[in-house]
């Protein structure tokens, strides 16, 4: 079985830049791809970016905007987002989570993190 750790969540202010860290453990040989997503109160959970631990291929929201970066380690079995010039609105639990080999090419993701908070300030 995959667990998925996230951290790095803290509060930060507009402008300001974070990076967010998944720490993969346990069956990881079937991962294909992991993905970061986040849900802000009151709204639907959104995707933000997902990479390929196969192709280093990377997908990202329209709303990223160039500000987001995601990127893994495979040796170290963990991907990062990097995010620059946050905004109030980036206020959200941030999870990530992997896609098996079997649903490549699907949105669906098989296994999740706890989430960790980003708050941003005005």
């Known amino acids: 079985q995959l667990q998925l750790a996230e951290s790095g969540g803290r509060s930060v202010h507009a402008g300001d830049s974070l990076t967010l860290s998944c720490a993969a453990s346990g069956r990881t040989d079937s991962t294909y791809a992991v993905g970061w997503f986040r849900q802000a109160p009151g709204k639907e959970r959104e995707f933000i970016a997902s990479?390929?631990?196969?192709?280093?291929?990377?997908h990202y929201a329209h709303f990223v905007e160039g500000r987001f970066t995601i990127s893994t380690d495979n040796a170290k079995n963990t991907t990062s987002l990097q995010m620059n010039s946050l905004k109030a609105e980036d206020t959200a639990v941030y999870y990530c989570?992997?896609?098996?080999?079997?649903?490549?090419?699907?949105?669906?993701?098989?296994?999740w993190g706890q989430g960790t908070q980003v708050t941003v300030s005005p």
């Open positions: 989570a992997s896609q098996s080999a079997r649903y490549a090419g699907s949105h669906y993701y098989d296994s």
């Open positions: 990479v390929s631990w196969t192709t280093d291929r990377t």
